[in-house]
């Protein structure tokens, strides 16, 4: 404390104030600066502003909270000058001058501008704290802005050579305060952050500090998660030499950041994400490219190490740095860059993610300090100083224009409006001259100025910074602020306020492009980091629809800066400024040292002396005259009579002042200078102190008389209570002791009787019981002799009975004996006769058969007869009906177009002529078609109402009424509706829509009593304003049964259970218990009443303004549909009109011909007629063919040629290109499709449908049913041939197939008709029609032969006349549109009109808004509610939307949107249907999988749904989020089997950003809620699933299913050569290449010379797997193959471990590992017949295998499968002179397999199980030549006796790396080469240095072609494979099924020898 009071009373050097100064002079001012520093007293005034001198240094106790407490509430000039005092005037200036305060903190870099700001917001955040009330939060706003500092210092400042803190970007800190004077909030505002000092930095300065700190100050496990090192390894923080500095504390610097993290409530996932995307920055700085075919990674560990720290793939990363990709026709095509280009893809992605980064921090701590409207604020500007370094680039340009302006807006409060103040208030005023800056903005921001120029050649494609800088010369050179460089280099300089700068242009215009390309946006958005993607979530493609538009109008870097520059002034100019001059007195940041020289210079510039001058002479403080009186009335004395404010002020003003020098009078204010007004506020302190003490005395007194009488009577009332009490106490204790004794003596008397009494009882009771006693005697006696007579009576009844009995059954048995002798007389009398009929019977029965069976034949013939007759008449009538039908259709569009155009020309004569509704005869031609809309009663002519009234809008786009309607049909009444246009839709209700909602609902409760009622209610309900009522029906007069005010309800509660939904609206005096037929139904009612209930008036207005809802509408009509709109003069309904369209006609009645005109204004606005179009409505017009996809109708009536035209909201359908008669239209929005023209649907033709007809001059059939293409090669049209059996087909998907054959017969005499070619066998549909001109057609041999009529006619009769047939052409394109109602297919005859309308109608569907559904509402409103750590309103949103929450219930609708239409191409083959179908069935399927027994099959038809039908996956997820949220027991059985199908999805599909995001927060709520369950386990397991999964190609395999059911990794078996094998264990995400970096460890061929792969293989079929293939997607095929039995001679399929690339097959020493995997695959090359070799050397290495596998040869031993040892090949294609052993050779087709499974289709598969018989071939077709070999080899054999194994193996080897290419990859081809160099069969030879061709068999190449001069290489088309080479005239092409072999081994083998030139281990 004394300290403090030392520095506020220690003297002051120089003056403080240096207005007072005598000799007013630069030298002057500068050496009072200088005294005052050497004294320690940095801070100086100038009037109100703060001069301030870096000291660089810590000057004790100056910033204590003592002398904080000293300035607060004291004037400038009370204490020596400080920044506090500027902060305090500041924060009381809010109150005085109730306006916002701004403190401008200007100066170059160095001077202390970031320190200054930390100082003026540490004082006003203790000023806040010492106002505030305690609220009990754990972290005030005032600490979080304090605590923002460190964060944003970390992040935007570093040091450079004139600061060790230098701030490289602009803020303007505002804080708001309330009206007691709190903090309550603020807003950080940040200004062009230097990016570029990310990526390079100027020498001896440093990058930005939260580098340093991260790698310095981290601790070992998190420098471990992120793979930092030492810094000096970091290309991007060791470039510029300096990376620590003994003044910068890295350590603290990061502890420090850590704390102000916790502060803002970052939670620890949002730090880890945040410092892991600074480590990938500094990975990504490392990397480097190398030049080989393009750019190229040079090292793929860093890039992996970048990749997983920004949670993206790779190899897609990789590709985004060196490719660029363009889209052309629908087409990507990639393009490589050079190295130069790559290393600015880097950079650029390195800024853009820092620079996305420091915008989220950012926007994160104005999240956590964010504001509500307040009272007034003070803001704070540290913006970058002045700078001027050697080198001078775009951000020293765009930061000294920021600091021009801020000198303009100084000199502007400063001089220019001060001075021009005086002079309009008429004050005796002297102008001060000031240096104007003026022209120098104008230079640069005027039209044509740098800015405007620069940005212009910024948007041009082809600018460069030299075409900028010449146009930067010629216009400005003669500008005298321009400075245009003597040498022409590529600088230009400015004259800035501060001094001559001149700026290097190089790299001016990709800095203020800021490009950062499509492809690095597109894999950084598809991160698996949610940090990473919400960085990026805003920033937009380029390539997108409308993107060359909007590249036009892109903002640049320089124009968004001077923007935000503008919204700064902006702010600034609504403020009332401070302003503090920072000064930096010397260029080596030295303490105790003042260069003159550099201080002057900042003086000079920044305008000190003419500052002081107008302080010195102006009069800085201003008031209107009403507002000085009113401030300083109590200085004004009551002897002032004046009533004029001016007189007052001139009065009080002259008491103090008499001699005018402080203080002038204007025109409306009163002028002083700052220490009048201080004086005058001291002296109005101390009289307002007089005053209020004053008030306070007597105010004081008054409170003392009145506490003085309280106290009196408080004391008379007591003292009464006292002598009261006393009283009372000595009467009752009188009354006591009278009591006592009156109680003794009644207690006396009582006693006495109570004696008496109990003797009399004890008296009493001894009678009774002899009483008792006697009375039992006696009974007892009694019934003794009761017992004895009942006795005797039964024995005696007894006896009587048996007698009884005796006498009745000796009589029984003689009559049953009688009876039977009876019984048997008879039967044989019966047996006799019945004997004598069974023989008449059957004799009758033998004549009645014979007459049966001749009269049943006869029947049978006659009903032959009779159905083939009627056969032939149901034939006749059909044709008969057919034909009339077509007849009937044209003539009724005839009738309808004729009925049209007379509608129209009696609408135009106003069709007087129409007296009554049959003179339009429009009912007669379609009333038998049309159907009654409504059903309800006949209505009554009622009085109209108020609301009958008709009102629209101004656009005509809404209107509404009640009207008349009759509707054609067979009943045809009028009945009153009301009607509303909306969006294009004609809606009708049966009264008009004043309800918020209604419908019917169940009741249980309420009524008249306060019981529920034991019977449930069925009741319409209607919501209107905040009463529901509940009606016994729907119609108008139903009566009402209650009401209930929803706003006096105490609560609603969502009281679902079970199947049951249901809510309680519960009241006062019941509860309504209300149950919907659905849960959607529910969620709306629940909704609805929950907002009228927390509505207030306002919002319940604006929902009773709400428009008609068209679900409640009885019916609804298409505007777009409408034909015509026509009035209609009736007798009975005078205001009359009619609506017509293609289906009915509608009859309207409008109240008055006001309200009838209006609707026809509203609707012909619309018109279907002739329709004109302004030029910008139509985006395209033409003819198309139209076919409705979802009729069932006869070929060719489903399609018709109509004109389309597409607009902005439709594609417009009409009859003619003149308009006249609309059709329809499509409506179309954002879940309206296009599919675009296929390849293989070109041949798609008009008449019929798919008619499959196969190509002979094809190789593959276009489409159609593959068996009938395999079997066809039946072909019409120009250069086709006829040969083989043709087969016609035509499928038709929506009846049952009904097929013909017929024998077609060729002309005789016909040049083409041979033997075998005069039949052919066609089939086709019933009812085809086909056509083809077959008049001219090329046949077998090339002959061209033209057929007459006649042989046509020859050819076709063979068929019934009643089947004709044609061909067409079958040249047509086909795309299709899906809406909401329909689909269409839509054709034209060419490929670019195709595609045109494709991309015309996908752009305009582009164009609409996005389509949300509630459920996408709500996951954004729970994503808000979890970023702001809301929990309480998360399970608000819970509770109050069912459609969140599980539910037992059938889904009605999906809960996202999913496209329209019909699902097409081959899935319809699956049964699918319609993408809301298929949605509809997967939830039902997930509310019954408790039940299933085996899940396995359902689990994994809902993944290959989700596979085949893309949109559905998310909509999965959400079902399964849906069906898992708030279950009651989260381990049953039904919730454990949803989250195992989640788990199954989450290792399978990766949802959209959106839904994962809702995903991940889904599971960890779930754990939180439920963290000791089997459902947590399940969800740990999902969680941890997302972050791996990767995308797939196949659904899991069974065995992968119940891995994950068991929450496991699955084994995976490994097969190598010798049939060795190993298991691995792998989960859903494994790859091949961690498959395969496994096995190389495990197996320690580290450091082997070549490179392995994994292959997938069956026999002889392999293919090389993708180091990136998902290896359980491998299982998942194979599973498949298996299921089809494909696969290569049986064997089955397996992943199998080999080598891949030869890169040193010398070096490889012969006792490894690697020698024997070399050994075997050369042996493997030579069975195959890939290596060249003659039959001798083939014999001898066969022989060198067999001792090597067998040892020494025995006698008897022979080769049982000569395969294995020799290519059996060669016998089947060797020559017969080149046989050695003399054997005939007989030709025969190779059956054997080569190539690769890519491109290999099922078809082809299945051939594979043929070549199982090709053993048995060679035993019968080449035994002698098998028998030969064999002798040969075991001849061979016998010679290596004794030979060793190893001995045999390395004499193998030694033959195969004689061979100079060995380690070649030959791959078998065929050549197209112009030039025929080369054979048609050839071998293609890729090796580790060239790509070779050879000769099969051949071992010398006919060419090689090095890499190096190798340009390109690839497939343009299936089958066919092209190599371009340097200095060749014409390209390579090869046809092979290889392609993707080839091009994957060239690419490995041109990545390998990158590796090696760049020294780089593979």
């Known amino acids: 404390m004394a300290e403090t009071v030392k520095i506020l009373q220690a003297p002051q050097a120089g003056l403080s104030d240096m207005a007072k100064l005598q000799d007013l002079n630069v030298e002057s001012i500068l050496e009072n600066i200088r005294q005052r520093f050497e004294a320690d007293q940095i801070y100086t005034y100038i009037g109100s502003i703060l001069a301030a001198v870096n000291p660089y240094k810590t000057i004790p106790n100056l910033y204590d909270f003592e002398v904080m407490e000293a300035y607060d509430k004291r004037h400038i000039g009370d204490l020596p000058p400080h920044i506090y005092a500027i902060a305090n005037d500041a924060y009381y200036s809010m109150w005085k001058q109730t306006a916002n305060q701004c403190v401008l903190i200007s100066g170059e870099s160095g001077a202390g501008k970031t320190e200054s700001t930390k100082f003026i917001l540490n004082y006003l955040s203790k000023m806040s704290q010492a106002s505030a009330v305690e609220t009990g939060n754990d972290v005030s706003v005032e600490k979080c802005i304090l605590q923002s500092s460190p964060i944003l210092e970390a992040f935007g400042n570093a040091k450079t050579v004139y600061n060790n803190n230098s701030s490289r970007f602009g803020k303007f800190i505002q804080l708001a305060f309330s009206s007691r004077g709190v903090i309550e909030g603020g807003k950080v505002q940040d200004y062009l952050l230097e990016k570029n000092r990310v990526v390079g930095q100027n020498p001896g300065e440093r990058n930005y500090h939260i580098f340093y700190a991260l790698i310095l100050g981290a601790p070992d496990e998190m420098k471990q998660k992120l793979g930092l090192g030492a810094p000096e390894k970091y290309k991007y923080i060791n470039q510029s030499g300096c990376i620590k500095d003994p003044n910068i504390n890295d350590q603290q610097i990061y502890s420090d950041v850590n704390e102000a993290l916790k502060d803002m409530k970052l939670n620890d996932e949002q730090v880890s994400d945040m410092f892991e995307l600074l480590g990938a920055i500094l990975h990504i700085g490392n990397l480097d490219f190398i030049t080989a075919g393009g750019a190229q990674v040079s090292s793929m560990s860093v890039l992996k190490q970048a990749a997983d720290l920004l949670s993206v793939d790779e190899y897609q990363l990789a590709n985004a740095l060196t490719e660029k990709t363009r889209l052309l026709r629908g087409e990507l095509i990639s393009t490589p860059l050079d190295e130069h280009q790559a290393r600015d893809s880097r950079d650029s992605l390195a800024m853009n993610l820092y620079a996305r980064c420091f915008h989220w921090i950012i926007s994160r701590i104005n999240v956590r300090i964010r504001t509500k409207p307040t009272f007034h604020s003070v803001g704070v500007l540290d913006i970058f100083g002045f700078e001027n ?13 920021a600091n021009e302006k801020l000198q303009e807006y100084f000199n502007k409060h400063i001089f220019s409006l001060e001075q021009h103040e005086y002079n309009a208030e008429g004050l005796d005023w002297v102008d001060i001259d000031w240096q104007d800056n003026g022209e120098c903005l104008d230079l640069i921001v005027r039209k044509l100025g740098l800015l405007s120029l620069i940005d212009e050649e910024s948007r041009f494609p082809k600018g460069t910074d030299g075409t900028m800088l010449d146009k930067l010369h010629s216009n400005h050179a003669k500008n005298g602020f321009y400075i245009k460089p003597r040498v022409n280099n590529s600088k230009f300089g400015i004259k800035h306020y501060a001094g001559d700068v001149f700026y290097e242009t190089t790299g001016f215009l990709e800095k203020n492009r800021d490009t950062f390309r499509d492809e690095m946006l597109t894999t950084i958005k598809e991160s698996r980091s949610d940090f990473i993607y919400d960085l990026f979530e805003d920033m937009q493609e380029s390539s997108q629809p409308n993107a060359a538009k909007k590249n036009r109008k892109k903002p640049t870097v320089s124009s968004q800066f001077q923007e935000s520059l503008h919204s700064l002034m902006s702010t600034l100019s609504a403020c009332n400024p401070y302003f503090v001059r920072c000064i930096k007195p010397n260029s080596t940041k030295a303490p105790n040292a003042f260069e003159k020289t550099l201080t002057l210079n900042q003086l000079r510039y920044s305008g000190m002396l003419e500052t002081v001058k107008i302080r010195r002479a102006g009069f800085p403080v201003r008031r209107l005259f009403d507002d000085f009186v009113r401030r300083y009335r109590p200085l004004l004395g009551k002897d002032t009579q004046s009533s004029h404010s001016q007189h007052k002020c001139i009065s009080l003003l002259s008491s103090y002042e008499s001699t005018n020098q402080k203080w002038q009078i204007g025109r409306t204010k009163v002028f002083l200078k700052e220490d009048l007004e201080i004086k005058l506020e001291r002296d109005r302190a101390e009289r307002v102190e007089t005053l209020v003490t004053k008030a306070k005395a007597c105010f004081k007194g008054y409170r003392a008389r009145k506490a003085y009488k309280a106290t009196v009577a408080k004391i008379v009332f007591v003292q009464k209570y006292c002598r009261m009490y006393r009283q009372r106490r000595r009467f009752l204790n009188l009354k006591d002791a009278t009591i006592t004794l009156q109680r003794y003596e009644r207690g006396r008397k009582a006693r006495q009787l109570f004696h008496v009494m109990m003797e009399e009882r004890r008296m009493e009771e001894e009678r009774k019981r002899e009483e008792q006693r006697r009375r039992a005697e006696e009974e ?4 003794e002799r009761l017992k004895a007579e009942a006795k005797l009576r039964e024995l005696e009844e007894l006896q009587a009975k048996l007698e009884e009995d005796a006498r009745i059954k000796a009589e029984e048995e003689a009559a049953k004996k009688k009876r039977e002798e009876e019984e048997r007389q008879r039967v044989l009398e019966k047996a ?33 007869e009779e159905e083939a007759l ?53 009912d007669k031609y379609y009333g038998d078609m049309f159907e009654e809309a409504d059903q309800d009663s006949e209505y009554q002519d009622d009085d109209p109402d108020e609301d009958s009234v008709s009102r629209k809008s101004d656009d005509l786009q809404y209107w509404e009424g009640y009207l008349n309607m009759k509707c054609g049909g067979m009943v045809n009444t009028w009945k009153k509706r009301y009607c509303v246009l909306r969006d294009e839709t004609l809606m009708w209700f049966r009264a008009k829509q004043e309800a918020l909602k209604s419908g019917w609902l169940m009741k249980k409760g309420g009524g008249t009593s306060t019981l529920s009622r034991r019977n449930w209610r069925k009741r319409f309900f209607v919501l209107k304003g905040i009463e529901l009522a509940y009606y016994e029906s729907d119609s108008d007069g139903a009566p009402c049964k209650g009401i209930i005010n929803i706003k006096q309800t105490k609560d609603i509660l969502d009281s679902s259970f079970g199947r049951e939904s249901s809510l309680d609206i519960i009241t006062d005096k019941r509860t309504y218990h209300i149950v919907a037929d659905n849960a959607d139904d529910l969620s709306e009612w629940f909704s609805i009443l929950m907002r009228v209930k927390n509505a207030n008036e306002y919002e319940l207005k604006q929902m009773q303004d709400e428009d008609a809802n068209p679900k409640n509408a009885i019916g609804t009509l298409d505007v777009a549909v409408i034909d015509s709109v026509v009035p209609v003069h009736l007798q009975t309904k005078p205001n009359a009109f009619a609506i017509i369209t293609a289906e009915r006609v509608f009859n309207m009645s409008a109240d008055s011909p006001e309200d009838m005109n209006g609707w026809l204004k509203a609707l012909t606005q619309y018109h279907k007629g002739q329709r004109t179009y302004s030029k910008e409505e139509i985006l395209m017009s033409g003819w198309l063919t139209k076919e409705n996809t979802g009729t069932i109708s006869r070929p060719g009536i489903t399609r018709k040629k109509r004109y389309f035209i597409l607009t902005s909201h439709s594609l417009d359908i009409y009859k003619s290109v003149d308009l006249q008669h609309k059709l329809g239209a499509i409506a179309l929005n954002r879940l309206c499709s296009v599919t675009v023209p296929d390849d293989k649907m070109f041949k798609e033709i008009d008449y019929p449908p798919e008619l499959v007809i196969m190509n002979g001059n094809r190789r593959s059939p276009p489409s159609g049913n593959p068996e009938t293409n395999r079997r066809s090669s039946f072909s019409f049209g120009r250069k086709s041939s006829i040969s083989g059996l043709a087969t016609l087909s035509r499928p038709r998907s929506n009846s049952r197939p009904y097929v013909r054959d017929y024998d077609l017969p060729l002309p005789t005499n016909s040049p083409v008709a041979s033997p075998t070619m005069r039949r052919r066998k066609l089939s086709w549909g019933k009812k085809s029609k086909i056509k083809m001109d077959l008049r001219t057609a090329m046949f077998q041999g090339g002959r061209r032969h033209t057929w007459s009529s006649k042989m046509m006619r020859n050819l076709f009769r063979c068929y019934p006349r009643s089947k004709p047939w044609w061909l067409h052409d079958l040249r047509t394109w086909k795309f299709t549109i899906h809406s909401r109602r329909y689909s269409y297919n839509l054709f034209t005859p060419s490929n670019d009109e195709a595609w045109k309308w494709t991309y015309a109608i996908q752009e305009v569907i582009d164009s609409k808004p996005p389509i949300e559904t509630p459920s996408q509402i709500l996951i954004k409103e729970l994503r808000e509610a979890s970023l702001n750590g809301y929990n309480d309103e998360i399970d608000k949103i819970y509770k109050l939307n069912p459609i969140l929450r599980n539910v037992p219930y059938m889904l009605k609708s ?18 699918y249907t319609t993408l809301q179908d298929e949605a509809v069935k997967i939830f039902n399927v997930l509310q019954g999988s408790e039940q299933l027994p085996d899940p396995m099959p359902v689990i994994q038809g809902i993944l290959q749904t989700c596979q085949d039908l893309k949109p559905l996956q998310d909509e999965v997820y959400c079902q399964l989020v849906k069906q898992t949220t708030w279950v009651k027991d989260a381990d049953n059985l039904n919730n454990l089997r949803n989250w195992q199908i989640l788990c199954c999805m989450c290792c399978t599909f990766i949802p959209s ?15 939180e809620l439920s963290p000791k369950t089997q459902m947590a386990a399940y969800a740990g397991y999902a969680l941890e699933a997302l972050k791996r999964t990767r995308t797939r190609e196949f659904v899991p395999s069974r065995d992968e299913i119940i891995a994950i059911l068991g929450r496991r990794d699955m084994n995976a078996t490994v097969f190598c050569h010798g049939g060795g094998s190993c298991q691995i264990s792998i989960n859903s995400s494994t790859t091949a290449g961690q498959v395969i970096h496994t096995l190389v460890k495990g197996m320690n061929l580290d450091s082997c010379y070549n490179r392995f792969s994994l292959y997938e293989k069956s026999g002889l079929v392999e293919k090389a797997i993708d180091d990136r293939s998902v290896v359980a997607d491998i299982l998942a095929k194979f599973e498949r193959f298996r299921a089809r039995g494909l696969s290569d001679r049986g ?91 003399g054997f005939q050779q007989r030709d025969r087709k190779d059956t054997f397999i080569s190539g690769t499974l890519r491109g290999i289709g099922e078809k082809t598969l299945k051939r594979l199980q043929k070549s199982a018989s090709d053993d048995n071939i060679l035993e019968s077709v080449y035994r002698d030549d098998v028998s030969a070999t064999i002798t040969a080899i075991i001849d061979k054999w016998r010679t290596l006796k004794g030979t060793s194994a190893e001995r045999a193996q390395n004499i193998y080897m030694s033959f195969m790396r004689s061979w100079k290419y060995f380690g070649s990859r030959l791959f078998e081809v065929e050549c197209h080469d112009g030039r025929q160099a080369y054979p048609k069969s050839i071998w293609l030879s890729v090796n580790k240095s060239m790509v070779a061709v050879h000769k099969i068999n051949d071992p010398n190449p006919l060419d090689e072609f090095p890499y190096e001069k190798i340009l390109s290489f690839g497939a343009p088309i299936p089958n066919e494979y092209k190599i371009i080479v340097e200095g060749r005239r014409s390209e390579l092409t090869f046809d092979t099924t290889e392609v993707f072999e080839i091009a994957k081994l060239m690419k490995a083998y041109i990545n390998e020898i990158v590796k090696k030139r760049n020294m780089i281990p593979a």
């Not at 044209?890 to 007379?902: D, H, N, P, V």
């Not at 999906?1454 to 049964?1471: A, F, R, T, V, W």
């Open 780 to 783: 007892q006696r009694e019934l």
């Open 1454 to 1471: 999906p809960l996202l949107p999913l496209p329209y239409g019909q699902i097409m191409s081959s899935n319809l083959d699956k049964g």
């Open 1691 to 1781: 064997k089955p399929w397996q992943l199998f471990f080999k080598l891949f690339c030869f890169l040193d097959t010398q070096s490889v020493k012969p006792d490894s590992i690697e020698y024997s995997f070399l050994f075997e695959q050369a042996h493997e090359e030579v069975i195959r017949g890939k290596f060249p070799a003659t039959d001798e050397q083939l014999i001898h290495l066969s022989a060198l295998r067999m001792q090597f596998d067998k040892g020494d040869y025995v006698h008897g031993d022979w080769i049982n499968d000569l395969t294995e040892v020799y290519p059996v090949d060669r016998l089947k294609v060797k020559p017969k002179e080149d046989n050695d052993f």
């Open 870 to 922: 009627r056969l032939e008449k149901e034939e006749a009538e059909r044709l008969v009906e057919e034909k009339r039908l077509e007849e009937e259709v044209r003539r009724r569009e005839e009738e309808l177009a004729y009925a049209m155009q007379q509608v129209m020309t009696h609408f135009d004569d106003s069709i007087a002529q129409l007296n009554s509704p049959s003179d339009l005869n429009l």
């Open 389 to 401: 370094f050697e080198v001078n680039r775009f951000e020293q340009f765009n930061i000294n224009f």
């Open 1553 to 1567: 950003r959106s839904i994962l995001r809702y995903v991940r927060f889904h599971i960890k709520r779930q754990v």
């Open 832 to 864: 006799k006769a019945i004997e004598a009929a069974k023989r008449l019977e059957e004799e009758q029965a033998k004549i009645r058969a014979e007459e049966e069976r001749l009269k049943l034949e006869n029947e049978l013939r006659i009903r032959r």
